[in-house]
């Protein structure tokens, strides 16, 4: 039997799983080691890249970590609108000296083998991004000592994660850096995304699992506020995407705190599904036309964004982060975790205090 959530780790502090190399074992060991929950990240792992990472965490910490998965998705993209798209990049391809991806290329992320590996291997957590898997995979995560935990970015969503049998929930509010883990991505419903404190609320009134709660969350006061708003945990990636041991690249981390950058947007320019990123050029010039279809979208511009990254071109690169980014600090991921316990104190200490006017 798996136990509680907040039985795993001390300090009620969770790193965000990042994709595209970001989340990597040494800041999962640096975080776990701490008193947080470290998370490694295999949306766009391959199952042999997986198990090779989760060898390397072991070998690092003996503390407990998770491992998160994306959903497979459901073949709903218009390949007409798809090639109006690849049309419209066509320029950037050029000025990049690249060519585009084909969008049909990883249709199949290899869930399967992803969670087989996980089912072979346990590892103390494991959560899920952009749906809700089966009840007989969480069934089998908590039977081989799994904890599970799946995104929800509404009360409905959260309603159907409970049934499906997962152990938490992860409320995940529209301040969110990365991809929105809406179930189902429906162009109509853009701009509807809930703000984190109103989401826990809703969410805390419809299902009775744990909530860790996601979006926004850049200092221990916050975490000391969605805690009283009834969430168990918190969950932050922009915090830790700026620490040393991250894996984003520099140009990315520096670009979190430069004021050139102010402002984040959703956008589907990068990827074809909802996340929140800093507001550069390609996501101003092409974020409006770009068709809902993940993960064609993805791998259509995945040599564009490498050939920005490698030109060190903040304007072409998907510089996803949340809306608290400026409040980034570039502290090591371990120092980070203390200080937000620490603040994450003080912040109860105020609380119960009361505060004078
Ligand atoms: C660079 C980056 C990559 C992310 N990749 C993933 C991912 O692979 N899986 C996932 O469940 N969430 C992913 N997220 C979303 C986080 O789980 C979390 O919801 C988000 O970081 C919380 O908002 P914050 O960035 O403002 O702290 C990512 C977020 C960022 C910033």
Redesign the pocket.
């Given at each position: 039997m798996s136990s509680a959530l907040t039985d795993l780790f001390p300090y009620p502090i969770v790193q965000?799983?990042?994709?595209?190399g970001?989340s990597v074992p040494t800041l999962a060991a640096a975080v776990s080691e701490a008193g947080g929950l470290g998370f490694l990240?295999a949306?766009y792992k391959t199952a042999d890249g997986l198990y090779q990472e989760i060898k390397q965490l072991r070998s690092l910490t003996g503390r407990p970590f998770g491992a998160?998965l994306?959903m497979p998705q459901p073949e709903y993209a218009d390949p007409a609108a798809v090639d109006v798209y690849a049309h419209q990049l066509a320029g950037e391809a050029a000025w990049y000296e690249t060519e585009l991806g084909d969008p049909e290329s990883g249709r199949d992320d290899g869930y399967e083998a992803k969670l087989a590996v996980l089912l072979d291997n346990p590892v103390p957590v494991v959560?899920f991004?952009f749906g809700v898997p089966s009840p007989d995979v969480l069934n089998s995560l908590r039977r081989a000592g799994t904890f599970t935990l799946v995104?929800a970015t509404t009360a409905e969503e959260a309603l159907a994660v409970e049934r499906a049998g997962a152990d938490a929930v992860?409320a995940?509010g529209v301040?969110?850096?990365?991809?929105q883990?809406t179930h189902r991505d429906i162009p109509e419903a853009d701009g509807s995304g809930i703000g984190l404190l109103s989401l826990i609320a809703q969410v805390r009134e419809t299902v009775t699992i744990p909530i860790v709660a996601?979006?926004?969350?850049?200092r221990g006061s916050q975490i000391a506020a969605v805690l009283a708003a009834g969430a168990s945990a918190a969950?932050?990636?922009?915090?830790f995407?700026a620490t040393p041991e991250s894996g984003?690249s520099a140009v990315h981390k520096q670009a979190l705190t430069n004021p050139l950058f102010v402002r984040t947007e959703l956008t589907r320019a990068f990827s074809g599904r909802p996340a929140r990123g800093l507001v550069n050029r390609f996501l101003r010039e092409h974020g409006p036309y770009a068709p809902a279809a993940y993960p064609e979208i993805h791998h259509l511009t995945s040599p564009l964004r490498k050939a920005a990254a490698k030109a060190g071109d903040a304007q072409g690169m998907a510089l996803?982060?949340?809306?608290?980014h400026r409040m980034a600090r570039e502290l090591p991921a371990g120092q980070l975790v203390e200080v937000l316990a620490a603040e994450l104190g003080a912040a109860g200490t105020a609380l119960s205090r009361g505060g004078a006017l």
């Open positions: 965000a799983p990042m994709a595209g970001v990240a949306g998160n994306f959560s991004h995104t992860i995940q301040e969110a850096g990365g991809h883990g996601a979006g926004g969350i850049m969950q932050l990636g922009t915090a995407l984003a996803w982060a949340g809306q608290g």
